[in-house]
């Protein structure tokens, strides 16, 4: 039983619609006992990283979901709920984040040409930077993912697994032993984003 992750900034439906058509069982909730009994769990996002970092501190899933990412369960975290992964992120100011990840996120302008636009929007190819995760497990070096961002992760090297080219190679997914976290939306990316959740579906625990 997969749980996602509803408190107010995500992209519920077209995920669980996801998780439905490669015959997952997934659910969305904001009730915390239902997400902490859950065997893996989601956390999805979009907006802005600190009024949305203040709604999971404020609702107490930050605590139910760094709880449970330390007892081993597979966590994945989507977009901006990527992001909140991380320890601190500098938009609009400084905001904490879960601390699950080591890094910053920044902005992408101090990462890429100055011709490029802002936010970056459209299909980027997956570039692995190590030997290939248990999130790509069904995919290849080279597939194509869909992006909306404006933000991105630095000072992540050990975690990152994948990068994009946008002007620059900028980060597209981490792993850090159970907890996954994905810039790009596997949720809007075909057949390739159907395939990495099938592999988040079939992530084990982690035996801490």
């Known amino acids: 039983m997969i749980a996602i992750i509803d408190y107010g900034v995500g992209n519920l439906f077209s995920l669980k619609s996801s998780f ?63 992001q909140l992964l991380f320890e601190k992120s500098y938009e609009y100011g400084e905001h904490e984040g ?14 890429i040409p100055a011709g490029l636009k802002i936010p970056h929007i459209g299909w980027n190819a997956l570039q692995f930077t190590k030997k290939p995760s248990r999130l790509f497990r069904y995919i290849k070096d080279g597939d194509f993912v869909y ?20 002007g620059a190679p900028l980060v597209a997914a981490v792993e850090s032993k159970n907890v996954f976290g994905c810039q790009f939306h596997p949720e809007k990316s075909g057949e390739v984003g159907l395939s990495i959740l099938k592999a988040f579906c079939d992530a084990e625990v982690e035996k801490c």
Not at 32 to 43: N, R, T
Not at 103 to 109: A, Q, V
Request: hydrophobic share 50%.
């Open 20 to 82: 439905a058509a490669i015959g997952a069982d997934a659910f969305v909730s904001r009730n915390l006992a239902e997400i902490a009994a859950a065997d893996k769990i989601v956390l999805p996002g979009v907006g802005a990283f600190g009024d949305a970092a203040a709604k999971l501190r404020d609702c107490g899933m930050a605590q139910v979901v760094t709880a449970e990412a330390g007892r081993g369960k597979p966590l994945l975290g989507i977009c901006l709920g990527m």
């Open 147 to 166: 992006f909306v961002h404006s933000f991105s992760g630095m000072h992540c090297d050990e975690s990152v697994i994948a990068t994009a080219e946008y």
């Open 98 to 111: 879960l601390g699950l990840i080591p890094g910053e996120i920044c902005p992408i302008r101090s990462q």
